[in-house]
C-alpha cells in the first residue's frame, strides 16, 4: 500500500507546481529529479516531470515510441538503456550535471553515465509540472499527458550522486 498517489488519466490530468524561484536550477547548471510511477499504458511519451517542454530546463519522460526508457535532453536526446515496466511500481530518476545526463531505474545506472545532453539547464519561464509536458504550441492545455500513478516526486538543485539516489529510492513515503 503506497498511500495517497497521484492516479493520472493519460488525457488532461497533471499537477502545476507553479514557476517558483526555487523551482529555476539554471544557475547552478545541477538537478536531480526522481519519482515512483507505475505507468498503465504505453504510449509515445508518457511525461513525469517537466519544466518546460522535455528540452528546455530538466525534465523526465518515458518515450514509449523508442521502447519505453527514461528520456530527456537539451539539444540532444538522451535515453536511458533499460526501459520502465509497464504496471510494476518503479524508482526513476535522472540526474543532470552541467550537459552531462545519468539516469537510474530502481537505484541502478541505466545505460552510460554523462550522457551528453547538448547543453545544460535552460530557464524558459515556465512552470513545472507533473504529468504533463508544457509544449507552448499546445499551450494551455500542454501535451504527453501520464497514464499511470506517480508518487513521491523529488527535484533537487544539486548533482545526487548513485548513494544519494538509493537513500532516497529507500526513504519512501509509506515507509
Partial sequence: DRGS???????DDYVNLGNDVSLDLSDDGQATVAAWVKMAVSKNHNSIVTKGEWKDAYSLLIKGDAGDVLWTGNDTSVFSAEPVPLGIWTHVAVVIDGNLTTFYINGQVSGSAGQDRGGSIDNPGTGVC??????SGSMPAGRWFFNGLIDDVRIFNAALCPRQIIQIMNNRPDG
Fill in 5 to 11: 498517489v497521484l492516479s493520472l488519466d493519460g488525457v
Fill in 130 to 135: 507533473i504529468g504533463r509536458e508544457q509544449y
